[in-house]
């Protein structure tokens, strides 16, 4: 049977039209921001959909519960006051785009043969950028915290949870907040072997996710089975910001030797800013320097309490 339709004009269809369905099935398929791994504010979303391209921001400092006063019947007496403190951090956006084409005398006939397909593979790949800068991110901030013993732990055993539970504890008061276990392929096929252990598919969590000893697991190609990244929920500042024109497919008429082309643009910006990571590295022009830049331990400073920091990295160097 014939499949219509399968040139980028005949799927992509209204232009307006695919941003608001892509916008809606990236949202709803992003595994950064439906497991709880991500938080957004007024100020990331600012920065996500323009001016400049780096910017500084805020947070809030823990009080500390060490300090109170003693109420007495003295009406004279006055109770010490404290400082509500905060610090700031440096996050980036940045402002990615990509395209696709198709001849004329080709057509799509891979398994974007439908319109609602072509959406789904565009808001899929957008997604998967996500989770590659996450990725890259959080291998130049693990490098950076390599000596820090309350946020990295390298212990010369198999993998072990009892490891998992003491990393999570260093964040004192926060640490039921760590909800997240990101693990390679490897790693996470092994887990699935232990649903006597605490392995959970998604069918019974009635969630979209796995999970194991209630951690919600994540999949990352960059990890390999020996490392466990663990997170807090609300420990990444992220933001998705729109393009004027998100979409545009443009018609080169004289292209393939005139025989006829259609290329499809896509236009996106991303924040992705660990919660407490300063970031010190230089605005990225190229996707190779979007990568070594992200990835640099020189590129990040922590500026937040171990304690309050979300993240923590665990190598098992015997697994």
Same mark, same amino acid.
């Given at each position: 049977?014939?499949?219509?339709?399968?040139?980028?004009?005949?799927?992509?269809?209204?232009?307006?039209?695919?941003?608001?369905?892509?916008?809606?099935?990236?949202?709803?398929?992003?595994?950064?921001?439906?497991?709880?791994?991500?938080?957004?504010?007024?100020?990331?979303?600012?920065?996500?959909?323009?001016?400049?391209?780096?910017?500084?921001?805020?947070?809030?400092?823990?009080?500390?519960?060490?300090?109170?006063?003693?109420?007495?019947?003295?009406?004279?007496?006055?109770?010490?006051?404290?400082?509500?403190?905060?610090?700031?951090?440096?996050?980036?956006?940045?402002?990615?785009?990509?395209?696709?084409?198709?001849?004329?005398?080709?057509?799509?006939?891979?398994?974007?043969?439908?319109?609602?397909?072509?959406?789904?593979?565009?808001?899929?790949?957008?997604?998967?950028?996500? %989770?590659?800068?996450?990725?890259? !991110?959080?291998?130049? *901030?693990?490098?950076? +915290?390599? $000596?820090?013993?309350?946020?990295? =732990? /390298?212990?010369?055993?198999?993998?072990?949870?009892?490891?998992?539970?003491?990393?999570?504890?260093?964040?004192?008061?926060?640490?039921?907040?760590?909800?997240?276990?990101?693990?390679?392929?490897?790693?996470?096929?092994?887990?699935?072997?232990?649903?006597?252990?605490?392995?959970?598919?998604?069918?019974?969590?009635?969630?979209?996710?796995?999970?194991?000893?209630?951690?919600?697991?994540?999949?990352?190609?960059?990890?390999?089975?020996?490392?466990?990244?663990?997170?807090?929920?609300?420990?990444?500042?992220?933001?998705?910001?729109?393009?004027?024109?998100?979409?545009?497919?443009?018609?080169?008429?004289?292209?393939?030797?005139?025989?006829?082309?259609?290329?499809?643009?896509?236009?996106?910006?991303?924040?992705?800013?660990?919660?407490?990571?300063?970031? %010190?590295?230089?605005?990225?022009? !190229?996707?190779?320097? *979007?990568?070594?830049? +992200?990835? $640099?331990?020189?590129?990040?400073? =922590? /500026?937040?309490?171990?304690?309050?920091?979300?993240?923590?990295?665990?190598?098992?160097?015997?697994?």
């Amino acid at each position: 049977m014939a499949i219509d339709n399968t040139t980028i004009v005949g799927l992509a269809g209204s232009e307006r039209k695919m941003e608001i369905r892509v916008n809606a099935i990236r949202e709803a398929s992003n595994e950064l921001v439906q497991s709880g791994l991500t938080a957004t504010s007024a100020e990331v979303t600012a920065l996500a959909n323009g001016g400049p391209r780096k910017v500084t921001l805020d947070y809030r400092k823990p009080l500390n519960a060490d300090v109170f006063n003693v109420s007495s019947d003295n009406i004279n007496s006055e109770g010490s006051v404290g400082k509500m403190e905060g610090a700031s951090y440096g996050a980036m956006r940045l402002d990615l785009n990509y395209a696709w084409g198709t001849t004329d005398l080709t057509q799509i006939v891979t398994q974007y043969g439908r319109q609602g397909d072509l959406y789904e593979g565009l808001a899929g790949y957008q997604n998967a950028v996500s %989770k590659s800068l996450l990725a890259s !991110t959080l291998k130049g *901030v693990r490098t950076k +915290l390599a $000596a820090n013993t309350a946020i990295t =732990k /390298v212990v010369n055993t198999d993998f072990d949870m009892q490891v998992i539970f003491d990393a999570v504890a260093t964040a004192e008061e926060w640490s039921s907040l760590f909800k997240v276990m990101i693990v390679s392929h490897g790693r996470y096929a092994k887990l699935q072997g232990q649903e006597k252990n605490g392995y959970v598919p998604a069918s019974k969590t009635e969630t979209r996710f796995d999970t194991y000893q209630d951690f919600i697991l994540l999949k990352s190609n960059t990890l390999t089975n020996d490392e466990v990244t663990i997170g807090r929920l609300g420990a990444l500042g992220y933001g998705e910001g729109t393009a004027q024109q998100a979409f545009e497919v443009e018609r080169r008429a004289n292209a393939a030797d005139g025989g006829g082309a259609d290329i499809l643009h896509s236009r996106f910006s991303r924040v992705l800013a660990p919660i407490g990571m300063d970031y %010190k590295g230089a605005i990225p022009t !190229t996707q190779a320097q *979007v990568k070594s830049y +992200l990835e $640099a331990a020189a590129s990040w400073d =922590k /500026v937040a309490p171990d304690a309050q920091f979300g993240f923590r990295f665990v190598k098992f160097n015997n697994a």
